[in-house]
């Protein structure tokens, strides 16, 4: 019974972040937890969620699984095979549905990214997985001092890249507090990226930079080599 209450009040705590915050600041494992709390009512789902991503390599790859190896790991029920399967393919619907916005491909993103950081007060940078056409085909989204403090690694997104089997990415960044311009920070941080990237053959298409409504395109600017 007493174990019990300890997992119901850290299953409280983690619904009541996600109310206050969003997934903002939310590690995968984190993500996937609060999804298996709906499919595993009683356990602890924490070494669930690790296990999970130990095996698929990310919260992406997790969704893009079949049902059967899902099932492969310890923990993991029919139920909770099938809803995860269910939503990663409900996300690949919806984005195979969705209609863009007329205008040019800066256009496109600088509406998207509105709608993303929108009342975010944070810097966060969002990954975006393109196919050739810059078809969406998924995303990462984390807290620019995650990249700084090696918490979130070029390794990582690479890992990510070709889960996603994108042929190039995205990257935009909510500056709430400054202007769009990019800092030395910024500079060093995309070339984290681009560098090991490049080796894989998926290239940076651009780098955008949000503040309050107003976007500042990279490379429309030339300030990166693309």
Same mark, same amino acid.
């Given at each position: 019974?007493?174990?019990?209450?300890?997992?119901?009040?850290?299953?409280?705590?983690?619904?009541?972040?996600?109310?206050?915050?969003?997934?903002?600041?939310?590690?995968?494992?984190?993500?996937?937890?609060?999804?298996?709390?709906?499919?595993?009512?009683?356990?602890?789902?924490?070494?669930?969620?690790?296990?999970?991503?130990?095996?698929?390599?990310?919260?992406?790859?997790?969704?893009?699984?079949?049902?059967?190896?899902?099932?492969?790991?310890?923990?993991?029920?029919?139920?909770?095979?099938?809803?995860?399967?269910?939503?990663?393919?409900?996300?690949?619907?919806?984005?195979?549905?969705?209609?863009?916005?007329?205008?040019? #491909?800066? +256009?496109?993103?600088?509406?998207?990214?509105? @709608?993303? *950081? /929108?009342? =975010?007060?944070?810097?966060? %940078?969002?990954?975006?997985?393109?196919?050739?056409?810059?078809?969406?085909?998924?995303?990462?989204?984390?807290?620019?001092?995650?990249?700084?403090?090696?918490?979130?690694?070029?390794?990582?997104?690479?890992?990510?890249?070709?889960?996603?089997?994108?042929?190039?990415?995205?990257?935009?960044?909510?500056?709430?507090?400054?202007?769009?311009?990019?800092?030395?920070?910024?500079?060093?941080?995309?070339?984290?990226?681009?560098?090991?990237?490049?080796?894989?053959?998926?290239? #940076?298409? +651009?780098?955008?930079?949000?503040?309050?409504? @107003?976007? *500042? /395109?990279? =490379?429309?600017?030339?300030? %990166?080599?693309?």
């Amino acid at each position: 019974m007493k174990e019990q209450n300890i997992h119901s009040g850290h299953r409280e705590r983690l619904r009541k972040r996600f109310l206050e915050t969003g997934i903002t600041g939310f590690s995968e494992h984190e993500l996937l937890e609060l999804l298996l709390f709906y499919s595993i009512p009683r356990a602890n789902t924490n070494g669930i969620s690790h296990a999970l991503l130990q095996r698929f390599g990310s919260i992406n790859g997790v969704l893009n699984a079949s049902p059967e190896e899902l099932s492969s790991v310890k923990g993991v029920g029919k139920s909770s095979a099938v809803m995860l399967n269910l939503i990663g393919s409900i996300i690949k619907d919806i984005g195979s549905r969705s209609t863009p916005p007329k205008g040019s #491909v800066q +256009d496109i993103i600088c509406s998207y990214l509105s @709608k993303k *950081f /929108s009342g =975010k007060d944070k810097e966060l %940078f969002t990954i975006l997985f393109t196919a050739p056409d810059l078809t969406l085909i998924s995303t990462r989204d984390f807290e620019v001092s995650d990249m700084i403090s090696g918490k979130i690694s070029p390794r990582t997104i690479v890992e990510d890249v070709l889960i996603a089997d994108a042929r190039s990415i995205i990257i935009g960044i909510n500056r709430p507090d400054t202007f769009t311009i990019p800092t030395d920070t910024d500079y060093k941080l995309i070339k984290a990226i681009s560098e090991p990237l490049s080796f894989i053959g998926t290239k #940076v298409a +651009d780098v955008v930079i949000y503040n309050k409504g @107003k976007c *500042f /395109s990279m =490379k429309l600017d030339g300030s %990166f080599s693309f």
